[in-house]
DNA sequence: CCTCGCTGTTGATCTGCGTCAATGTTTTCC
DNA sequence: GGAAAACATTGACGCAGATCAACAGCGAGG
């Protein structure tokens, strides 16, 4: 997941976004050099799966651009997403081979890619990745159990507040911005994804979208461009004190 | 969080699960040592606070005996736990100096604790705790994306029937046991502590409980004492498929 | 022994969200 | 331009689980 830590550490690396460069700031040139050698890029389309659960994973990478999801399904089609991969997301799991989760691009995305196994070997000789490693793997479990919280016990106006807001302060983040003023932004997941997230229906996800524009907490222009006029009015809708905050 | 993997790891290591043996059983001898000589231990009463979210946090370590919870309360008192910690499992943030949750013991605990300076410069010094601490945050990371679908997808009787199946089979890793026959343990929660895990009330715990034991599902000794006597069929109820499950 | 507090159970009722269904809007593609 | 498909909105209705309330069991402490 990105936060705003993480971002301020890919500042430097905008081209590819394992962060690799922040990551061997601190490491011997020619381990950054090694690294840069075994790293490829993947295309994939709106639509398709990047990575199916089960599947062997024969690489870790990262998301250069674009918009992948990460779900899980249960046999009788419940789905769940349990993460939203934006750009400079990490994929993958050093140590593990199977996948544990879909991975489908919601747009068309780019992906930074590392064969496994060198990367893995590197990851021995280069303390500094493993340990930077750990930092992002620490800020997703955080995010992960902040959404623990929202699925677990806030209601669907309260949902959808809290994904607004987390993906407006992403957004604010990715592009620079602060989060003063009105916030302008375009929603990247279709109604449905946005229930998947949230543990509801698309119905009721509609209904709330409407219900907040109705009270003047959000404002629409089409169905996906969004404006927020004030940020503070929004994160009390989420049920969130105003300035902690989730990380996701 | 435990899961048969970090337990297997436990196993040479049975008086202090930091697991700071497997973690160094690679290293040299002296950086175990050192380990050793930082280590002390505290003790806190069942129902007590071992951190307090936003506290600062001088140290991590792990539980020796007990069971303690993780959780996030919302400013109403709506409370969502996060996290169950057994014996072995860490806890603490390399990194980061103030707690994100509130920690409470669920029951007189002991825990094996590091200084958190200390710990992290033998961090840097020592590569593979690193990689070992990465190793189980990426577990707990799976376990907590396991429960997000549990809390977002899943009925109340399948969200009882996921906490017993995964009680159940911890229960027999700890003891050694296969989860063959009949399996019999103590709850290790209150209806209210279930209910906060599972995002319920604690009526309908108690009410889906009552359910599942009128079915044959399982069998009530007491309030607390259960007996499962068919594995298979209460991982059906918990929409699990009978072999993959949950990691927690 | 009795009382108090804590934990758990069960019933009655209410309500937020899911389900089913109809319709509108936008995009795609011939 | 028109048809079809994908995406979104809105309404009617039902139900799973929340809420409110009463009560039972049990250990602790006077």
Redesign the interface.
């Given at each position: 997941m990105l936060n705003e830590r993480s971002l301020a550490v890919h500042q430097d690396c905008s081209d590819c976004p394992i962060r690799h460069r922040a990551v061997c700031a601190r490491c011997e040139t020619d381990e950054l050099q090694r690294l840069e050698e075994i790293k490829y890029y993947r295309r994939y389309e709106a639509g398709s799966h990047v990575i199916w659960s089960g599947d062997r994973m024969d690489f870790v990478g990262s998301v250069v651009s674009g918009i992948a999801t990460?779900t899980?399904t249960?046999?009788?089609g419940?789905?769940?997403m349990?993460?939203l991969l934006l750009p400079s997301d990490f994929v993958g799991?050093?140590?593990?081979d199977t996948a544990?989760?879909d991975v489908v691009a919601t747009t068309d995305i780019v992906m930074c890619c590392f064969r496994k196994k060198p990367f893995e070997d590197m990851?021995?000789r280069t303390?500094h990745i493993?340990?930077r490693?750990?930092?992002m793997?620490?800020d997703?479990?955080?995010a992960?159990?902040?959404?623990?919280?929202v699925?677990?016990?806030k209601t669907a106006r309260e949902k959808i507040a809290s994904l607004l807001s987390i993906i407006a302060r992403r957004d604010a983040t990715l592009n620079m911005r602060g989060t003063e003023g009105q916030i302008v932004f375009d929603l990247p997941l279709t109604r449905e994804a946005m229930a998947d997230y949230?543990?509801l229906t698309l119905e009721t996800v509609s209904r709330q979208i409407s219900a907040l524009r109705k009270d003047g907490v959000i404002e629409l222009e089409g169905k996906r461009h969004v404006t927020i006029p004030d940020m503070g009015r929004l994160m009390e809708e989420a049920?969130d004190?105003a300035d902690g905050g989730l990380l996701i």
């Open positions: 990460l899980q249960m046999e009788d419940r789905t769940q349990v993460g799991r050093p140590g593990r544990a989760y990851m021995v303390p493993a340990q490693l750990l930092e793997t620490l997703e479990l955080d992960a159990r902040e959404w623990m919280l699925l677990g016990r949230l543990g049920g004190d």
